[in-house]
Nanobody, 121 residues
């Protein structure tokens, strides 16, 4: 029922910033918690951040806490991931997902196609 499309990825130098967006297909997405995950080549999918449907609660992985900010604008059916102080190890395909308020990817039934983030040293 929920279609998700990520955008905003690209190439950035270490220490730089990017802002990812995830557009949902309908207002029904506002009833879901949303998450961001990432997957680097040869590695498993990794939790990044999650936000409850109301936007009042957020949760981050230790590796990005203090550098990334997840937010949502339900009126625009859009979730954002602001990424600051980027490091080469942040390089990955980033995915947005809709589902539970969780760090576990299997708790999210709906996924976007992903957007590439590359951080050069």
């Amino acid at each position: 029922q929920v279609q998700l499309v990520e955008s905003g990825g690209g190439l950035v130098q270490a220490g730089g910033s990017l802002r990812l967006s995830c557009a949902a297909s309908s207002r029904s997405s506002s009833t879901y918690s949303m998450g961001w995950f990432r997957q680097a080549p040869g590695k498993e999918r990794e939790f990044v951040a999650s936000i409850k449907w109301s936007g009042g609660n957020t949760y981050y992985s230790d590796s990005v806490k203090g550098r990334y900010t997840i937010s949502r604008d339900n009126a625009k059916n859009t979730v954002y991931l602001q990424m600051n102080s980027l490091k080469p190890e942040d390089t990955a395909v980033y995915y947005c997902a809709a589902g539970g308020y969780s760090r576990v990817y299997t708790d999210y039934p709906y996924w976007g196609q992903g957007t590439q983030v590359t951080v050069s040293s």
